[in-house]
């Protein structure tokens, strides 16, 4: 980065902005303020106040790269942070990772009860396709490419990518795993939801065919970046924020690249994905300077304990 733009890019005033963009939109689409049923509280419960947003982020960063204007990217944004949403609620049910604490709160089904909390996840991967298949999106853009993003979205967290991945996770529990199986794990439950936030972007912006497989392995390589460098923190005993660690994965003996390869080997690793992100995003200069920040930060937060001044990146 040069200097001119490492001065001038604030991320946390970034990640701040855009996130407010996100929560007024979802607040939207899940207008359920007036609603009583306790379905539509517990689904409410699981998107705010939310975490990051890192996802529909990337969604955004990515279209607005590419030249899409916000208010079109924003219903693709918010789809994939609803199904990201789901995907928790589910992940700390008893039957998987049996998590108390989520953000630092009572996970859903510690307040809801395990049927409503499931039946949440279920509403909000249902509702993330309503949006997309709805007036929102087709009053911009046109049936066919909307299909093919429906698609791709629903390929990248089916069977082949995050259900299929929290599903080898699972059966990985307390087993001797070798890197590649923890790799394709990563790679499916985290790696292709993170993946496809950042290709929904560029298509929505109209990127051709060069530009989406570049922006697509930047993708590939943030998504397994992502796992690793949470698995780094969780084995940390840290979270992003400084706080305890609330996974049980540790004592499930679950498949991290920490455990299987070692802390330094997890943090080379991690290194070795930052340069990816970095090389591919090189040639889009100083326009790609948020996708870049936001790589480092998903990187350094777990390389350095104490790296939470995003713009110093220094590897
Ligand atoms: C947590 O994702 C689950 C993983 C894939 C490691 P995030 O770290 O993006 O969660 P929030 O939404 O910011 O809390
Ligand atoms: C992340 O799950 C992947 C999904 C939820 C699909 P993890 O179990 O690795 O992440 P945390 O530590 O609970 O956030
Ligand atoms: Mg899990
Ligand atoms: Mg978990």
Redesign the pocket.
């Known amino acids: 980065m040069n200097s001119e733009s490492q001065t001038k890019f604030d991320l946390i005033e970034y990640l701040h902005r855009q996130a407010g963009v996100v929560d007024r939109a979802l607040d939207r689409y899940l207008d359920y303020a007036a609603e009583r049923e306790t379905i539509f509280r517990a689904v409410r419960y699981g998107v705010f106040p939310g975490g990051k947003r890192i996802r529909p982020i990337l969604t955004l960063a990515t279209g607005e790269l590419f030249g899409a204007a916000q208010q079109n990217l924003l219903p693709f944004a918010c789809a994939v942070e609803l199904i990201h949403a789901y995907s928790l609620i589910h ?1 700390d049910l008893p039957a ?2 049996d998590d108390d604490l989520r953000r630092g709160e009572p996970t859903a089904h510690k307040v809801f009860g395990e049927g409503t909390a499931l039946l949440a996840g279920d509403g909000l991967l249902t509702e993330a396709f309503h949006l997309l298949s709805g007036p929102e999106v087709s009053r911009y853009i046109g049936p066919e490419l909307v299909l093919k993003l429906i698609h791709e979205l629903s390929g990248a967290v089916g069977l082949a990518g995050l259900v299929g991945g ?1 599903a080898l ?1 699972l059966e990985a529990e307390n087993k001797v795993v070798d890197l590649a199986l923890v790799e394709s794990i990563h790679a499916r ?1 985290t790696g292709a939801l993170i993946r496809v936030s950042i290709r929904l972007g560029a298509q929505v912006a109209g990127a051709d065919a060069a530009n989406l497989d570049r922006i697509s392995r930047f993708g590939t390589a943030l998504g397994l970046a992502f796992q690793i460098a949470d698995d780094i923190l969780d084995g940390l005993g840290e979270t992003a924020a400084g706080e305890r660690a609330e ?1 049980a ?1 540790l004592e499930l003996k ?1 498949a991290t690249y920490p455990a299987v390869a070692g802390m330094s080997q997890a943090r080379a690793k991690l290194t070795e994905l930052l340069q990816t992100c970095l090389h591919e995003l090189a040639p889009y200069g100083g326009a790609a300077v948020p996708l870049r920040e936001l790589a480092c930060y998903v990187a350094t937060r777990a390389l350095h304990q104490d790296a939470s001044l995003p713009s110093e990146v220094k590897i």
Request: neutral net charge; hydrophobic residues 10%.
């Open positions: 992940d998987l990772d929290q996770d439950k996974s994965r679950k």
